[in-house]
């Protein structure tokens, strides 16, 4: 049982250039969300989805694009990079019901040039 | 607009004393709060979930209060170990199906020999 997991573990872009971050999970988990860690901040929400074909903003999803075509995989896509998206990216899922705990991937930390 | 206060000097403390770490919000009416571990290059791992109409969790040696009067809830580690090392974060949930959670900065806590 892999849980969430996030691909890849570390890139680096140019300023304007695209990209996705992968996350898969194994558990039939129908909520999944992205966020945003900053030092000094807390994780931000990105976008979520509350299963397949359903996705909605979260607080900071400018510049990020989502699709959510299975249950398992919620690819979070950069448009036109940017330095301000310098981050580490967690992916997460959760069971139907809303105290359910978030189960988190280890991160894809991305630096933008 | 919505606030959640967690200290951001790390908490050093002694093996085997009691850590206590403080999640405090403002302009916020949650329904329900966690707990999360994370630990350098890791994601966030669940830990405990308190819901407004409880005044106290238990698992093992971590003690959750939660407070709705004062807007607080208090994280305990008891019988702190150097493995308990780690930042811990907290999150608040509103109710309903779709609710997202929103986190605190997080506190780091170092336990020394």
């Known amino acids: 049982n892999a849980g969430v997991t996030q691909t890849p573990k570390f890139q680096v872009l140019k300023t304007g250039q695209s990209m996705t971050l992968q996350c898969a999970q194994d558990m039939n988990h129908e909520y999944m969300s992205w966020y945003r860690q900053d030092p000094g901040m807390g994780l931000r929400l990105i976008h979520y989805s509350v299963g397949a074909g359903i996705t909605d903003q979260g607080e900071v999803p400018n510049g990020y694009n989502v699709s959510r075509s299975t249950t398992e995989d919620f690819p979070l896509r950069l448009l036109s990079a940017a330095p301000s998206q310098t981050s580490v990216y967690f992916c997460?899922?959760?069971?139907?019901?809303?105290?359910?705990?978030?189960?988190f991937g280890d991160g894809t930390r991305l630096s933008i040039l | 607009s919505q606030k959640i206060e967690q200290n951001s000097e790390a908490l050093n403390i002694q093996e085997g004393k009691t850590a206590t770490l403080t999640c405090n919000y403002t302009?916020?009416?949650?329904?329900?709060l966690q707990w999360y571990r994370q630990d350098p290059g890791r994601g966030p791992v669940f830990l405990l979930l308190?819901?407004?109409?409880?005044k106290e969790k238990r698992k093992e040696r971590l003690k959750v209060t939660f407070d709705t009067t004062l807007k607080q809830s208090l994280f305990h580690v008891t019988a702190s170990q150097p493995a308990d090392s780690a930042t811990y974060l907290c999150?608040?949930?509103?109710?309903?199906?779709?609710?997202?959670?929103?986190f605190g900065k997080g506190t780091m806590l170092l336990v020394s020999p």
């Open positions: 302009n916020y009416s949650p329904a329900y």
């Open positions: 308190i819901r407004e109409n409880e």
């Open positions: 999150a608040l949930g509103r109710r309903g199906g779709y609710s997202t959670l929103t």
């Open positions: 997460a899922s959760r069971r139907q019901g809303a105290d359910q705990p978030q189960h």
